[in-house]
């Protein structure tokens, strides 16, 4: 009879205090839910690079009545130019700002993670119970509850479990078949972190194409740091591990792949020493046929990460954090028909922006010999040239998300 209450606030505990962890925290609120966020990292993790918002992402923060603050966050970045080793642009494609049509290879609304994260943060925490240095190391339930373990041994009851704890998810690994692999994998490595800002950095992204598949990106965030990429096509077992590795020897791999590279590589490696941030990983797509189980459901990058070559990671979960939450706002008293319509709702969507990603197209922008860079360099000039990304982008009627459309709001935004 304790779901006949279709009044009763569920309690939520939500893994993971990243993007999609607060945008659940923010709708679940304001549906009259009991919301907690445990985030493993001492703190709020204000860290991570350079995020975007396109298509039904910058909706649904428009509908968290957030968008303004986002903007008074945007970095600045007008543009991609690529470039040849002596870091002269040989094509640059700029941001579409007409406010019509679809992004470009640079969006209009250009933010760091740790700047998005706290946005969220600030509008949730004064509904939310946040807890820092803990995380959810396993999980029992049953019909009416689920019980969740902590890192510090301790053990708590909830009404649900999210997990939105990253591509890594360790509720996922718990919630599926010990024997599935999860990861969609594209043969591509990536690494980024913070150097100090020199005068010649400015406002534009710069790309360098390096023979062996091998590709440099720099971009400036602030008047002080520059964020710095390598990615490398590869499919060693070598490259695979890595990531799990200590990070002087994920280092120490990526100085080793990019030292002959050209361009700014040892500057860009000096840097890497000193950093305040690194972080190294394989790009891959996170594909399940099914993403609750009882009183455990998936969200974010955790139930399906879209890799960052979509350009839709982060405002995918920002729409699946929306979706999730108007479901179990509206059928808060009947879970399984909630967690059931958040799949049917929302994988449409999710199977659009994931098939953005195509591995031939990847390839092509990373080429393996110098003849193919200076084609690939001639292709981009003279499309700039006849300023085909430009009205490409202008009269596109709809951007990486497709038609898809965000559904009705899951609360009154001022509840």
């Known amino acids: 009879m304790a779901d006949k209450i279709t009044k009763r606030p569920l309690r939520v505990l939500v893994a993971g205090g990243g993007v999609a962890g607060q945008a659940l925290a923010f709708w679940l609120t304001r549906g009259g839910h009991q919301v907690t966020v445990v985030e493993r990292f001492p703190a709020l993790r204000a860290s991570g690079a350079q995020v975007d918002l396109r298509g039904q992402g910058i909706e ?29 642009p040989k094509a640059t494609i700029m941001a579409n700002t007409s406010g019509k049509g679809r992004q470009t290879l640079t969006s209009e609304y250009e ?6 994260v706290r946005i969220l943060r600030d509008a949730t925490k004064d509904d939310t119970e946040h807890v820092f240095g803990k995380s959810v190391d396993g999980f029992d339930q049953d019909d009416h509850h689920v019980t969740a373990h902590f890192s510090d041994g301790t053990s708590a009851e909830y009404d649900l479990l999210i997990g939105a704890d990253g591509q890594g998810s360790r509720i996922r690994q718990a919630l599926l078949p010990a024997d599935f692999d999860p990861y969609w994998r594209v043969g591509i490595h990536m690494a980024y972190w913070f150097v100090p800002r020199i005068v010649s950095d400015s406002n534009i992204r710069d790309t360098y194409m390096a023979p062996g598949g091998r590709q440099i990106m720099r971009r400036s965030h602030n008047t002080t740091e520059t964020q710095v990429y390598f990615v490398i096509r590869e499919d060693s077992a070598e490259a695979s591990a890595i990531h799990r590795a200590a990070v002087e020897q994920q280092q120490e791999f990526w100085a080793c792949r990019f030292r002959d590279a050209g361009w700014q590589t040892e500057r860009f490696i000096e840097g890497m020493r000193t950093s305040p ?22 969200a974010g990058d955790a139930a399906h990460c879209a890799s960052p070559y979509s350009g839709m990671g982060t405002s995918g979960g920002l729409v699946g954090a929306y979706v999730l939450a108007a479901e179990i706002n509206r059928q808060a008293h009947d879970l399984p028909t909630a967690l059931a319509n958040y799949d049917r709702v929302l994988r449409p969507f999710v199977n659009e922006i994931q098939a953005e990603v195509n591995p031939r197209l990847l390839r092509v922008g990373m080429p393996m010999n110098q003849h193919a860079i200076s084609a690939f360099h001639s292709a981009t000039a003279l499309a700039c040239f006849f300023r085909i990304p ?21 609360v009154p935004v001022a509840a």
């Open 60 to 88: 649904a923060v428009e509908r968290m009545g957030l968008l303004d603050t986002v903007r008074s966050q945007l970095v600045d970045e007008a543009g991609v130019a690529f470039i040849d080793s002596r870091g002269r």
């Open 111 to 116: 933010i760091m993670r740790r700047d998005l």
């Open 390 to 410: 430009d009205l490409v982008a202008r009269f596109s009627k709809q951007d990486r998300g497709g038609d898809w459309q965000l559904p009705a709001h899951p």
């Open 277 to 298: 941030f690194f972080y190294s990983q394989e790009i891959a797509q996170v594909r399940t046929d099914t993403w609750s189980k009882g009183r455990v459901v998936l």
